[in-house]
């Protein structure tokens, strides 16, 4: 007989029945709302409510496949009321297996180049009109975890600590060079430029290039900043200091990466990078590499990352676990991206709103407490004869 679709009743009893298949006890209990019908799914009080909108939303949530739920609230067929963040922690229940998803990010480089793909695959991100400096801190602009003292500290307050402690860390005066590689929109340019370092920069956006030199004009700094991709720059030439903010997760290839490090490196210099970083070696999402971060996208794999550092050479000076200040960042970011909806409207539109606000909710349930799934770090190396 042909397939029948659930009447609205029928299906929320389905949704009930297949998530406690998978799991006795819910991490957390929701109401499900369809066609006027609703029903309480999981123990205890619900943190959130479902509100399934279309049949093509009902046929998403009930085939528990991440990616599908995540397409269907970027399409407005399913919506979430309150506690978006407590939502993410049903993930644990859902299907990632979408094979030709992950397959093409690997195919692909090795098809037609890695150098070739690079381009497109930060573009994809970044050249969006800049629309994400809405949801930024408004001195710097960075795109990376502040440092905060608690939780209420503004983001603000956190970026220019981080800041100051990234410039102690790679011990910069006046008078030394820095390579600021990925440089985003330009917010340590300008710290170390202010302090008359001078600085090169690199980025393979072009939305955050001419953002970072009007910047530098507008407050008449210096820097070279220029369009460049990591793998094929040579800049015959060392540097006193190299920092990479928020750009392992987009240079996987690590034995690659730590020797050009090593070689654009004073013998006394020193390294500086913060990153996200996960238990498994390929641990990123679908919905991340088919709408985020495409391609080689991934949080750092320490061990993989360790390795090669020393097989360079290169030893670990220090290395500070920042997965608490990872959290209330992102949480910052997220508040304020919900804050600016109708400016993000202004620029764009409802799906891409949507877009970046599951990808804020999701990073912020990845660094809960609760969970296991991933971590973050400020990390400096150095060169092993440095000592």
Not at 68 to 91: H, N, P, V, W
Not at 205 to 214: G, P
Not at 316 to 331: C, G, I, L, P
Not at 333 to 360: G, S
Request: glycine letters at 6%.
């Amino acid at each position: 007989m042909p397939s029948v679709e659930p009447g609205p009743a029928g299906g929320l009893t389905q949704l009930h029945d297949a998530l406690r298949a998978r799991s006795t006890r819910l991490a957390v209990s929701f109401v499900a709302r369809a066609g006027g019908e609703s029903l309480v799914v999981g123990d205890g009080e619900p943190a959130f409510e479902l509100s399934i909108r279309t049949p093509e939303g009902m046929a998403a949530v009930l085939s528990l496949r991440e990616l599908a739920i995540a397409e269907a609230y970027m399409a407005g067929d399913i919506d979430f009321d309150g506690d978006l963040f407590a939502a993410m922690a049903l993930r644990d229940v859902l299907a990632d297996r979408e094979l030709s998803v992950k397959a093409w990010s690997w195919l692909k480089p090795v098809l037609v180049g890695r150098r070739r793909c690079n381009p497109g695959w930060i573009a994809h991100h970044y050249d969006a009109g800049n629309i994400q400096l809405l949801a930024a801190d408004r001195r710097w602009q960075t795109y990376t975890p502040g440092i905060y003292h608690d939780e209420t500290e503004t983001m603000e307050c956190g970026a220019t600590r981080k800041l100051e402690a990234a410039f102690e860390a790679l011990r910069l005066r006046p008078g030394a060079t820095l390579l600021d590689v990925g440089c985003g929109w330009g917010g340590f340019v300008r710290y170390c430029a202010e302090r008359d370092v001078k600085v090169t920069a690199i980025t393979l956006s072009r939305h955050q290039l001419a953002f970072t030199r009007e910047r530098l004009a507008d407050e008449k700094l210096q820097a070279d900043v220029s369009y460049q991709d990591f793998f094929s720059y040579d800049p015959q030439r060392r540097f006193h200091a190299v920092s990479l903010m928020g750009v392992l997760e987009d240079l996987s290839r690590y034995g690659a990466v730590a020797q050009r490090l090593a070689r654009w490196v004073e013998p006394d210099g020193r390294i500086y990078a913060d990153f996200a970083s996960t238990r498994v070696p390929f641990g990123m999402s679908s919905f991340i590499t088919k709408y985020v971060w495409p391609g080689e996208f991934r949080m750092v794999y320490l061990p993989a990352l360790m390795r090669a550092l020393a097989r360079s050479s290169l030893d670990v000076m220090e290395m500070h676990n920042d997965r608490r200040n990872y959290r209330w960042w992102v949480t910052k970011v997220h508040d304020r991206w919900v804050e600016q909806r109708e400016e993000v409207l202004a620029l764009a539109d409802e799906r891409t709103w949507r877009m970046f606000r599951l990808l804020h909710a999701g990073v912020v349930a990845t660094m809960e407490d609760t969970t296991e799934r991933a971590t973050a770090y400020r990390l400096v190396v150095a060169p092993r004869r440095s000592g």
